[in-house]
């Protein structure tokens, strides 16, 4: 009798009048919310998480979700969620979990930072009528180049280049794996990289055979729980990524709930379905920058020396640990600022642990150039990049590309509602059952996300267009551009950006 | 029987030569002189048979798939690292984290063996991995085994050398592992049960030790003479109660 002393988050309404009893609302929520009840729908609103699907498939318009007015006393300290999660805990004893990046209210430094545009002095070049490069090489570049004259008298490399990963624009897919997501979904990701010219990255869950038609388009991944790695897999895609740890959760592992192992997910991670598939913490043969050296170069061994990405959280320490790892041998670091999403993390660890990514490509960025060794690897900044201008930012403060997975979710129907661990995602996404995943349909939602990437692909043109530049490689480190609105003097130190008016 | 002499050869080198060996069709390969190199054995594919002289370096046979690795003396760290398939026989102690994440084939132990030994071991169906070492092992041995079968012998022990550490098979959520004497629980983790084995369960011991004391020239009945207790996971979602949804 003391369960549920929270009340309801939102409040499912039906307009009785205009309702046809079509019972659309009870076919579409993945969460029960709604029921028949012999001539009425019945509504159990306490189950509602405002994820919209009934509401969009409701052709009547009968349908409105509302936040619901009875909360908790309104107090400036004690927020809705800290009263609720005590609640919650009271009756479980469990560690709250949640979906998605941290939406507390910390000070989102992108939009604390503005971009420049040319004036009379300076032109500024029409992206419509003049060309502009976006396109972007990964990996590691050599410090010098030598070329010599070839027999027929013309120069050519002499140095031999380490292997480059060539994207289309500087905005890749965060790794989202099998089972947290699910394969219709992770399909949308592929057939929009192919088309679009960039990556998707499989996670820590396998590599489903129905995505080899798009191995070129794909990084695959090896993480604590080396789910699905195997010597056909590390040479599958167009490079191997070690993860170390997510934005969303950092220093802690996975545990992608037994709710979300069916029996294809169990085969994929060769684990026993309904299981928790455990993701430990630490990789236990990685415990220095020597260990990680030791996996990097027994993974180029296995792949005849494919590029091999690095995937950190950004924490206090950034800099100086990817230093370690550009020195470990990697060819790219992928920094995952504190934004970052996931599919399911402690929301205690979620919203309290890291740094935000602004600062960890600027830290990175800076760390590794006073060292000399920013040629050495490429930097793929994510962790909450919400548009094109996020990602510009981010490339004028150091990153070579941007990745990005919540945005790329919202096109399928995502609306952050954040309960991605329960595996009833109505929208198809976040959930391994069947009848839900049958909603997402691949070729229609890959529409949908191309459409996405080819608008912040002419957004990132029109931004370059204005700085009066016309190659991406010219934005990147470029902080000359960038200028800080309300930011105190440390944070523009840290960040090498004036403040607006200087 | 095609020979490569590995004394001062780079690891990157001596791989390069070895795969090229195997490339040009060479089932049976001795590499003499080893000395630390790295990474033997590693992604390699196809049947070949490589008999290692010398001490080899961590990570040997590393993602490897479908080969035999024979190794005459001890080895180090990380050995059958998330192998796919094929066999490794050591006559010898080997060190730490051996088959982490191991999905397949079989890795022979003649001696002792360090921490965190057969951990995160995955298996569906009769894809699965098995381990079996003939003495010792450390702590964590099993750790968050998903699937195969670990077997712990604990031969030759000096009297008062206990034969596994702490935190016995901690986080275990599939598999099975056979330790050949009795089993104190406190030493395991919370997610393992023990028990006596079946019929089924010797019938996977008898299989696993007759190839394995074949490998390393042991009598079987002289194993076989003490009795075996199981460990399995006790549920299928150990922390399935940690978390409030």
Redesign the interface.
């Known amino acids: 009798m003391f369960k549920n002393l929270a009340p309801p988050e939102y409040l499912a309404t039906i307009d009785q009048v205009k309702c046809i009893r079509c019972k659309r609302c009870i076919q579409n929520c993945g969460w029960g919310v709604y029921s028949w009840g012999g001539d009425k729908v019945l509504i159990n609103t306490s189950k509602c998480v405002k994820c919209l699907r009934c509401y969009h498939y409701c052709p009547e318009e009968a349908i409105q979700i509302v936040d619901n007015p009875t909360r908790f006393k309104q107090n400036a300290y004690w927020g809705y969620n800290n009263i609720r999660?005590i609640k919650?805990?009271a009756?479980?004893?469990?560690?709250?979990?949640t979906g998605m990046g941290s939406d507390l209210p910390y000070t989102i430094l992108f939009d604390n930072l503005l971009i420049d545009a040319c004036q009379v002095t300076n032109p500024s070049i029409d992206p419509l009528r003049e060309p502009m490069e976006l396109r972007t090489y990964l990996g590691k570049k050599p410090s010098s180049v030598d070329v010599e004259k070839g027999k027929d008298g013309k120069l050519k490399l002499k140095t031999k280049m380490p292997p480059q990963i060539k994207i289309d624009l500087p905005v890749i897919f965060s790794p989202m794996s099998y089972g947290s997501i699910s394969l219709n979904a992770q399909k949308v990701l592929a057939m929009a990289a192919k088309e679009c010219g960039i990556l998707m990255n499989t996670g820590e869950g396998g590599l489903h055979e129905d995505l080899l038609p798009y191995k070129d388009n794909i990084i695959v991944q090896?993480a604590?729980?080396?789910?699905g790695?195997?010597?056909d897999y590390?040479n599958a895609g167009v490079a191997v990524e070690i993860k170390i740890g997510q934005g969303a959760k950092p220093g802690i592992g996975g545990?992608l709930?037994?709710e979300k192992i069916p029996l294809e997910v169990?085969?994929a991670?060769?684990?026993?379905v309904?299981?928790?598939a455990?993701s430990?913490a630490p990789q236990?043969?990685i415990y220095s920058i020597e260990d990680l050296r030791?996996?990097i170069?027994?993974?180029k061994?296995?792949?005849n020396y494919k590029p091999v990405s690095v995937k950190i959280a950004a924490v206090h320490n950034v800099a100086a640990i990817a230093s370690g790892i550009v020195r470990a041998g990697a060819d790219i670091v992928y920094l995952d600022g504190f934004r970052g999403g996931t599919g399911a993390a402690?929301s205690i660890i979620r919203d309290h642990l890291g740094i935000p990514i602004e600062y960890a490509i600027a830290a990175v960025d800076d760390r590794l150039r006073q060292e000399g060794i920013r040629n050495e690897a490429s930097i793929v900044a994510a962790g909450g990049i919400r548009s094109s201008a996020d990602a510009a930012k981010a490339i004028a403060l150091g990153a070579d590309s941007v990745a990005i997975a919540t945005a790329a979710l919202i096109t399928m129907g995502c609306t952050t509602c954040g309960k991605c661990?329960?595996g009833n995602c109505s929208w198809g996404i976040t959930t391994q059952r069947p009848e839900l995943t049958a909603r997402l349909d691949p070729e229609v939602y890959a529409e949908r996300l191309i459409n996405l990437i080819h608008a912040w692909e002419h957004e990132l043109k029109e931004i370059l267009g204005a700085l009066g530049i016309n190659a991406i490689e010219s934005l990147r480190g470029n902080r000359e551009r960038l200028r800080g609105v309300g930011l105190d003097a440390q944070t523009l130190d840290i960040l090498g950006v004036k403040p607006a008016g200087r | 029987m095609f020979e490569i002499n590995a004394a001062g050869v780079y690891y990157r080198d001596l791989n390069r030569q070895i795969r090229d060996a195997i490339a040009a069709g060479q089932k049976e390969i001795r590499v003499r002189n080893v000395n630390g190199q790295y990474y033997i054995g590693d992604g390699l594919r196809g049947n070949a048979t490589i008999i290692i002289e010398g001490v080899p370096g961590n990570d040997m046979a590393a993602f490897m798939d479908g080969t035999t690795l024979i190794v005459k003396a001890n080895a180090q760290d990380n050995i059958s690292n998330t192998m796919n398939s094929g066999k490794v026989v050591i006559h010898g102690n080997a060190g730490d984290v051996l088959g982490y994440g191991m999905r397949g084939g079989k890795l022979h132990i003649l001696g002792d063996v360090g921490y965190r030994v057969g951990i995160h071991m995955k298996g569906m169906k009769r894809q699965a991995p098995t381990i079996v070492v003939g003495g010792t092992a450390g702590d964590f041995f099993g750790e968050y085994m998903a699937g195969g079968v670990l077997i712990l012998l604990g031969l030759n022990r000096k009297p008062g050398i206990p034969i596994v550490g702490d935190y016995l098979g901690t986080g275990m959520h599939g598999g099975a592992i056979y330790i050949r004497g009795d089993v104190d629980k406190n030493i395991c983790g919370a997610e393992v049960g023990i028990m006596d084995p079946d019929a089924e369960d010797e019938k996977v011991l008898k299989e696993s030790l007759t190839e394995f004391c074949k490998d390393l020239d042991l009598k079987l009945e002289d194993i076989m003479k003490e009795k075996f207790r199981k460990l399995v996971p006790v549920s299928l979602r150990p922390y399935g109660n940690l978390y409030a949804y």
């Open positions: 999660n919650r805990q009756e479980t004893g469990g560690i709250p979990l090896v604590s729980g080396r789910f790695v195997n010597p590390l545990h709930p037994g169990a085969r991670r060769m684990i026993p309904g299981t928790d455990l430990p236990h043969d030791q996996l170069y027994a993974i061994e296995a792949t402690p661990y329960t």
